[in-house]
């Protein structure tokens, strides 16, 4: 066997969903197609290869590129479901330490419901979350207050939440010591200032993130597709495109609730062991958030999953 033909490893850095950039053990950043039929095997997603894997792969040499043709066992990654319609879902990262989301309450403003799909998400594959409340120098008082009690609500249940400004440099410092020695994926919808808050973080990141691009992949400083970068204080952070929504896949409507801690718990207290929490007797979840024991944002996000679930078996 050529050299070009035998096996390498890597790791990948950067997917535009065909194509990818892979860094080998010696640092090179190899140009990747994915095989074929690899892609053919009954892969329901949009990217059967995602920042984070890692991967085996040959260099063809009548390409001119290496050709992925295995994912190595992923230990946990974090999907949602995909905006093409003929695609199940899309793997935003894989292999993570923390799923970190970057929300913001105006310019542009972020919904709770949106807030606990991510959340849930992240729960049901294991990976540690936080929450990163943004652009916090543009808010009012009663904004300010808002953002003090979802932060508040959202640390009960046993997420981390940092409130962050770029402008005043407000705990960019505790960002930094959150994601050190990690491999964590930043998320959120276009605008709430991922890119600017590593930027802030990380100063010349720019850099980085550009001596990964491949001019034939995409432009240097916008974030058309994941990408991962080296953090000087350790670990890696993977940079994802904004996002509109955020749908759950490949779960029952009866294991929902498990990936709510605070509903789980709650849920123990049920009169039925196969409660949905939506109209049955004897409720605890229905019964705790009409007393307030338990958030109605919280629960309102849980039934609008709930409610995504039944549209999708009917």
Sequence with gaps: ??????????????????RCVVRSPDGEMLEC?????????????????AVGDRVFFHIDPVLGRGVIHEIGD?????????????????????????????????????YPEFIDRFLAAATAYRIPACVVFNKTDLYHDSERQYVAELGAMYRSVGYQVLET?????????????????KVSVVAGISGVGKSSLINAMEPGSEQKIGTMSLSNLSGKHTTTFAEMMP????????????????????????EIYHFFPDIFETAQACQFHNCLH????????????????LSVLRYNSYVSIMDDQQEKYR
């Design 1 to 18: 066997m050529t050299e070009a033909l035998k096996d390498k490893t890597g790791l990948v850095v950067k997917s535009t969903g065909s």
């Design 278 to 293: 939506l109209q049955e007797p004897g409720c605890a979840v229905k019964e705790a958030v009409r007393t307030g024991r």
């Design 231 to 254: 953090l000087s204080s350790g670990g890696y952070i993977i940079d994802t495109p904004g996002i509109r929504g955020f749908g759950l896949v490949g779960f029952e409507r009866e």
């Design 165 to 181: 400004s770029v402008p005043l440099g407000r705990n960019i410092d505790a960002l930094r010591s959150l994601l050190a020695g």
């Design 74 to 110: 992923r230990k946990n990654y974090i999907i949602r479901k995909a905006s093409n319609l003929s695609k199940e879902s899309q793997i935003l990262a894989a292999n993570l330490d923390l799923a970190c989301l970057v929300a913001t309450l105006r310019m542009p403003e972020t």
């Design 33 to 49: 197609v994915i095989k074929g039929k690899f892609r053919m095997q009954g892969i329901r997603t949009t990217n059967p290869v």
